[in-house]
């Protein structure tokens, strides 16, 4: 049998590069036939390839880099004119569609399929003219998903911005959610990010399929909902294949983070994250500190502090001296840890010493929390992460809910904090229930991905696709 080839299109961001990466991996373990080409596109600012290059690196010198490999598209100029994130990386993605062309009309082999992924999907009209299906790669969960097919359909409903509700909004497959808690994008119908949501929603349809990062048994009533077409109007849903979790483990050998946590007892330190993108201003942070310190209990707390590249706000490593109140770390150093800069988050949560997980709901992150069995407190920061922090408190039941104010900054008080890390920490009903639902989907999610699951059946029928469209 001769090659099969498949183009994948990654946002550079670590929460989407590495997951479609590494669901290229899975492929070629069930046919190394497949000759996987990632096209990178290359940020602005190119800080933020260094973590993808190390990536890069190690999967190049692994057995796949026999049928992975890499290829970087010219450095592209980013648009001139943009509104916030999703704009920016849609139009930036947008403007790279030559470069995609150039780069399949290249291939020496047959090419089966192009995955793009999720905020890509302008490069439809690139796989329409080469003649290849299109994929696109939710890297997200099935109530995004949903959600994003069914804003048309909720824009004819409701004639006002978001924003603006009291009540509930009605998403098929999720019980009604609080319009406070859908995506920060889409609150507002003016902005341009909402116009993206409603495009790239609209153009999801016209894909061969959607992969998605998630598993059929975590959010069965809403890939139902999905699949028997009740989330769109007058259009069939193109297949959708959950083949999630899709993780990458890591293993950095000696880090201070893990000798720390390899001297404290079982299940006894909260873990606080925030993705790749979260960071605070001063007066959260005093906030976190004080709450961590008042409850009491041993804490590994990653804090990254802001800053501004291009209008874009991201973190970088903090000084924790100008950072922390005076005396914190002197007064809690028997119990805690503060780390200025990225951690090996699945190789800390899968540590027998953490016990909690405050989270800022990145899609990631919460499936890294199941796989590891770790019940979470969800801290939703930005773009969909309000929609996950519903699901994990009302619909999952994996999470302590933490009472996040967010008209329009979120802010979390000492206090809050300090309840519902006690709450997640201490033994009670509450915490048994939650412990319990979480090692129930820690269960379902290792069972999907094992030959015989869920997962890896959507797996072989997307391999089964994808060869035929070349044989
Ligand atoms: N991550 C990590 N170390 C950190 C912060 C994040 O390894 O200090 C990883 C985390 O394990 C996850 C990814 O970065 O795989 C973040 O993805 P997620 O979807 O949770 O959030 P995003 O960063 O995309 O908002």
């Not at 880099?65 to 598209?73: M, P």
């Not at 330190?269 to 041993?298: W, Y």
């Not at 590891?372 to 920061?381: A, D, N, R």
């Not at 033994?427 to 229930?433: A, N, W």
Request: aromatic content about 10%; glycine content about 6%; proline content about 7%.
């Amino acid at each position: 049998m001769g090659k099969t080839s498949i183009f994948i299109l990654p946002l550079w961001g670590t929460g989407h590069f590495i997951p479609m990466v590494e669901a290229g991996k899975r492929l070629f373990d069930i046919n190394d036939s497949f000759s996987i080409t990632v096209l990178v596109v290359q940020p602005p600012h190119p800080s933020t390839i260094s973590n993808l290059q190390s990536y890069i690196n190690e999967v190049s010198s692994t057995k796949y880099g026999a049928g992975i490999c890499f290829k970087y598209l010219p450095l592209t100029d980013p648009p001139a004119d943009f509104q916030d994130p999703v704009d920016f990386v849609s139009l930036f993605l947008q403007l790279h569609a030559p470069h995609v062309k150039a780069a399949i009309a290249d291939s020496t082999t047959p090419v089966s399929a192009l995955f793009i992924d999720f905020f890509a999907t302008t490069i439809i009209d690139v796989a329409n003219e080469l003649g290849i299906p299109a994929y696109i790669f939710f890297t997200s969960n099935a109530a995004c998903l949903a959600l994003n097919l069914h804003l048309p359909a909720l824009e004819k409903k409701i004639p006002f911005d978001f924003e603006e509700m009291e009540g509930e909004v009605d998403i098929p497959g999720i019980s009604p959610i609080p319009a406070m808690c859908l995506p920060t994008s889409i609150m507002n119908k003016k902005s341009r990010s909402y116009g993206w949501f409603v495009y790239h929603g609209k153009r999801f349809l016209e894909a061969k399929g959607v992969i998605v990062n998630t598993v059929l048994e975590l959010e069965p009533r809403l890939l139902e909902a999905i699949n028997d077409g009740r989330c769109v109007e007058d259009q069939s849903t193109p297949p959708v294949y959950p083949i999630g979790p899709v993780i990458k483990f890591t293993d950095v050998g000696k880090h201070d983070c893990i000798e720390w946590l390899d001297a404290q007892p079982p299940s006894s330190v909260v873990f606080l994250c925030f993705g790749s993108m979260g960071c605070f201003d001063p007066p959260q942070v005093k906030e976190i500190a004080v709450g961590l310190e008042r409850s009491g209990h041993r804490f590994l707390w990653v804090l990254r502090s802001p800053t501004v590249t291009g209008e874009i706000r991201h973190p970088v490593d903090a000084d924790l001296e100008v950072m922390l109140p005076e005396g914190f770390v002197q007064r809690t150093k028997e119990r805690g840890l503060v780390w200025p800069r990225l951690v090996p988050q699945t190789e800390i949560l899968s540590h027998k010493a953490v016990g909690g997980f405050v989270t800022h709901c990145g899609w990631n992150s919460i499936l890294e929390s199941l796989w590891f069995g770790v019940p979470t407190i969800p801290w939703p920061l930005y773009a969909e992460q309000r929609l996950n922090a519903f699901e994990m408190v009302r619909v999952m039941g994996v999470a302590v809910e933490l009472k996040v104010a967010r008209k329009r900054e979120v802010f979390v008080e000492a206090g809050e904090l300090e309840r519902a890390v006690r709450r997640l920490m201490e033994d009670s009903e509450e915490r048994k229930k939650v412990k319990e639902k979480v090692d129930e989907m820690r269960a379902a999610c290792r069972q999907a991905v094992n030959g015989g699951g869920s997962s890896y059946a959507y797996l072989q029928r997307l391999a089964q696709e994808l060869s035929k469209a070349t044989a």
